[in-house]
């Protein structure tokens, strides 16, 4: 399992980016019999969940701090799942991790490298 994480970036307060993640070395099978997800940890402070999805349903789940602001949402054929962050805050600013968790590998946790996001005021 491979969970190449991409689209960081610097943007000013209000800017949008968009992460993406690509999950490979694995049949689609697994990938939509998963959860993936997007988390994030700023300096000196724990990683946090931000948002997260059950691929076969598409339902998804967020952190209060990002709600209405950030969309998860996924493509099943290219086995990649996305963060559409817009209205971004300095509060914002963190390293973003995409997290798969996939039942063909008994729920436990895969991460991606992080990518960073820096938003300035």
């Known amino acids: 399992v491979q969970l190449q994480a991409s689209g960081g970036g610097s943007v000013q307060a209000g800017g949008s980016l968009r992460l993406s993640c690509a999950a490979s070395?694995?049949?689609?099978?697994?990938?939509?019999?998963?959860?993936m997800g997007w988390y994030r940890q700023a300096p000196g402070k724990e990683r946090e969940l931000v948002a997260s999805?059950?691929?076969?349903?598409?339902?998804?789940n967020y952190a209060d701090s990002v709600k209405g602001r950030f969309t998860i949402s996924r493509d099943n054929n290219k086995k990649t799942v996305y963060l559409q962050m817009n209205s971004l805050t300095p509060e914002d600013t963190a390293v973003y991790y995409c997290?798969?968790?996939?039942?063909?590998?008994?729920?436990?946790?895969?991460w991606g490298h992080g990518t960073l996001v820096t938003v300035s005021s």
């Open positions: 997290n798969g968790r996939f039942t063909a590998y008994s729920g436990i946790n895969f």
């Open positions: 999805m059950i691929i076969r349903s598409g339902i998804p």
């Open positions: 070395r694995m049949i689609l099978s697994t990938f939509r019999d998963s959860t």
